[in-house]
């Protein structure tokens, strides 16, 4: 998923791995030498990795060979974008050396499609819908998550993602409106594996772009949170 350099001939690498969900490893010699990792360590490859555990929390990558190259990514601007996005998205949510097979599942499916020219929007929106209900964070679409009411047939309903889902204007409303199509389109994603291979109506997609984003910000902000919660936590104890 990434790759830094680190001193004058290694790398850092983050693998989403099947097993060992997401991991950071070391792998020694990367940028002097191709000899030990030949052209294995690029983005967007399926590879069979060989580690062993380090000390602290980077792992030592011992080997690795190409199992698939999606390759085909690179031929396209978007599809780039999207892959990058997606990546982001998937460090970001899952929590290392937790295994999340699903996501791995549905990480290289989602590779794929880009490889084999889907459309890079549809399918990166896709994908972030399918790790977010995986990882347990989907929103809630088919009733208010105030009262509880199911929005009639057809309607519209309005979305705030720090209540976590669809909010009718009894209970509040909220900014971003979604559409039936858009809902139903949601509904859909979240309940299959296959990504779409045709483009949607522009309205649908722009809504669900929002929607994740409002998802993604909310996200950010409660990590943030959390993380000074804990540091101020630990200056105080440190003080006392
Ligand atoms: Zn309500």
Not at 89 to 117: K, M, T, Y
Not at 150 to 164: H, I, K, N, Y
């Amino acid at each position: 998923m990434r790759s830094v350099d680190y001193r004058d001939s290694d790398r850092i690498v983050t693998l989403l791995t099947e097993d060992f969900g997401k991991i950071s490893a070391l792998a020694r010699g990367a940028r002097r030498s191709q000899r030990r990792f030949g052209g294995a360590l690029q983005p967007y490859v399926l590879m069979n990795a060989l580690f062993r555990p380090g000390r602290g929390e980077l792992a030592h990558l011992e080997r690795v060979t190409v199992d698939q190259s999606f390759h085909g990514i690179l031929r396209s601007l978007e599809a780039i974008g999207a892959a990058g996005a997606a990546l982001a998205v998937i460090r970001e949510r899952v929590p290392e050396h937790e295994p999340e097979p699903a996501v791995f599942d549905s990480a290289v499916r989602f590779l794929d499609a880009l490889n084999r020219r889907a459309p890079a929007e549809e399918s990166l929106l896709s994908l972030q819908i399918r790790v977010l209900t995986i990882l347990g964070f989907a929103p809630t679409l088919d009733r208010c998550v105030g009262c509880g009411k199911t929005p009639a047939q057809g309607r519209a309903a309005p979305f705030d993602a720090s209540r976590g889902g669809i909010v009718c204007r009894a209970c509040g409303g909220g900014r971003l409106i979604l559409s039936a199509a858009a809902l139903r389109r949601w509904m859909v994603v979240q309940s299959t594996l296959e990504l779409p291979e045709e483009a949607w109506p522009d309205a649908e997609r722009q809504q669900i772009h929002d929607a994740l984003d409002q998802l993604d910000a909310q996200h950010a902000t409660v990590t943030v949170r959390e993380r000074t919660g804990a540091a101020s936590g630990r200056w105080e104890g440190r003080i006392s």
